[in-house]
C-alpha cells in the first residue's frame, strides 16, 4: 500500500484537510477522548467522512493518550486491522 499525503496531490493551504478525507482508502479507527477539549466531537466528524472508519470513544481522556490506555488501544488496533 503506498502512503500518498493529500498535500502532494495539489492540496493547497486554502483547503480544509477534513474535505479530502472521503478519500482514505486505509482501514482508519479514529480515536478520540470524551473530555476532548480542542476540537470536540471531531472525531466522529473525522470518522463520519472517511469510508469505513470507525470512532473508539475513550472514557476520560483529553486531547492525549494516557498511557493507562495503550494496551486497550493497541488491541483496539490489532482487532480493527484483522478485519
Request: charged residues 20%.
Amino acid at each position: 500500500m503506498q502512503n500518498v499525503s493529500i498535500w502532494s496531490e495539489g492540496f493547497g493551504a486554502d483547503v480544509e484537510p477534513v474535505d479530502a478525507l472521503h478519500r482514505v482508502r486505509a482501514p482508519t479507527l479514529v480515536v478520540e477522548g470524551t473530555h476532548e477539549p480542542v476540537k470536540p466531537g471531531h472525531g466522529a466528524v473525522i470518522a463520519g467522512r472517511v469510508p469505513g472508519a470507525r470512532l473508539m470513544r475513550v472514557a476520560g481522556m483529553g486531547h492525549t493518550l494516557p498511557s493507562q490506555i495503550h494496551q486497550e488501544l493497541a488491541e483496539a488496533i490489532l482487532a480493527h486491522t484483522a478485519e
